[in-house]
Structures are given as C-alpha cells and as structure tokens.
C-alpha cells in the first residue's frame, strides 16, 4: 500500500482490521464494501471463497464471520480481514513486474481479474520502458476493440500512466521482484487498483 502511495497509484479505500465492529464502522461509511483475507502468501482468495463482494451493514455480520470460517478451515496464516470501498464496474486489466532469468525484468499489461484466463492477453516488455513502448503495450493487444466497441472511449492515457508508474517503480525499488496489481479497474476517464502483491527480495 505504501508503494502504491509513494508512486501516486490510485488504490480503492481499503483497511485492514482484526474485528467485526472495526468493519462495520467502514461499512457504514459505503453502500457496499468487499472483505478478503489479508496474507502474505501467494492464494488465488477467490478460488477458495475468501472474498466477499457486495457486502451490505446488513449481511455484514454473517458475511465476516463466513469468511473467518473458511480462512480458519483452510489453514491460511493471515494477518486480518481487508475491507475496500466496493469499486463500480470496469474493464479489469492486469499491471505487473516479473523476474525472468534470461531477460532480467518484465514489465507487463493486459486484461486482468476475471479475463486473465479466459483472454490471455497481455503485452509484456524489458524495462527500461518509454512512452512509446508503453503505448505500443496497449496497441498490440488482440481484444484492444473492446475500449471503443459500442461507443466507448477509454482514455488510453490513464493506462500509459499507470505502465510508465509500474515502469518507475522497477527502476527505483531494487527489492521489489515482482509486482502484481490485478485487477486494475478501468473507467473511460479513470482507474482505480482493487488487488495487489508485492514479492520482495
Ligand atoms: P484474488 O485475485 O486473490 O482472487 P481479488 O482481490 O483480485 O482476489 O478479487 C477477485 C475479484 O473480485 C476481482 O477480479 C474483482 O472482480 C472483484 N473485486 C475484488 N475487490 C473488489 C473491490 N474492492 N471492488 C469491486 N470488485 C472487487
Ligand atoms: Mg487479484
């Protein structure tokens, strides 16, 4: 989170608690929030049922102590429960960093969260990259249509600042091997990151 911060990387509204009324103070504040498990290690949460989206104040009860359940029957070492803003519908893209041992590394971008399987579509490059290389990123995507399809108009700005964040992070932070924000949310005009994970040397 501080990382994202330092690079000016919008995040959704997100705190880590340890109780039930620590949640509910948040989602007094929001029509509707997501719980998660909090952990350092590397599980697919939706895959085992470990996020919670659309939580209401009234299903909140239920909705945390199901989810505590489940971390505790999984055997998962966590730190705390997240609750985020529930974020507003999107295209979901994929923004990360890599190791590769022959090429060093790899800054990537695609779509992400719900398609990162489905599409398998994600631009990848060596870092140092420029604004050109980061806009070819975008431009090689085989489904990149869906950004105008049927009126839309995604500004293709936000996504060459997010890469050329990503990019800068590479450079500076040393420690960081990889980076996975996924999903970014994007918005015609805007973005906002809703799941990421750092691996630090
Ligand atoms: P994981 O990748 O470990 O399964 P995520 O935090 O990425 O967990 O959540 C999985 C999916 O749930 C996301 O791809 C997204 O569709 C949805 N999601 C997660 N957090 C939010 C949020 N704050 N607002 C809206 N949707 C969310
Ligand atoms: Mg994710």
Not at 141 to 149: D, G, S
Request: glycine fraction near 6%; hydrophobic fraction near 40%.
């Amino acid at each position: 989170m501080d990382l994202l911060e330092k690079y000016g990387i919008k995040k959704i509204f997100t705190k880590e608690v340890k109780s039930l009324d620590e949640a509910l103070e948040i989602a007094n504040k929001f029509p509707s929030v997501v719980l998660k498990v909090s952990t350092s290690l590397p599980v697919h949460k939706t895959e085992l049922g470990l996020v919670k989206l659309n939580v209401t104040k009234e299903n909140l009860k239920k909705e945390y102590e199901d989810l505590v359940n489940k971390i505790k029957k999984e055997g998962i070492e966590y730190s705390g429960i997240i609750v985020q803003e529930m974020a507003k519908p999107g295209i979901e893209m994929i923004c990360g960093l890599k190791e590769d041992p022959q090429f060093g590394t790899i800054i990537l971008f695609g779509f992400g969260g719900i398609y990162t399987e489905i599409f398998r579509d994600i631009s990848m490059r060596v870092i140092p990259i420029g604004k050109m290389e980061a806009i070819e990123m975008i431009e090689e995507l085989k489904y990149k249509n869906i950004f105008t399809a049927r009126g839309r108009n995604y500004n293709k700005e936000k996504m060459v600042d997010l890469i050329l964040k990503v990019n800068e992070i590479a450079k500076n932070e040393r420690e960081i091997k990889e980076l996975d924000l996924n999903p970014v949310i994007f918005y015609e005009d805007d973005y906002v990151v809703v799941d990421w994970r750092a691996v630090i040397e």
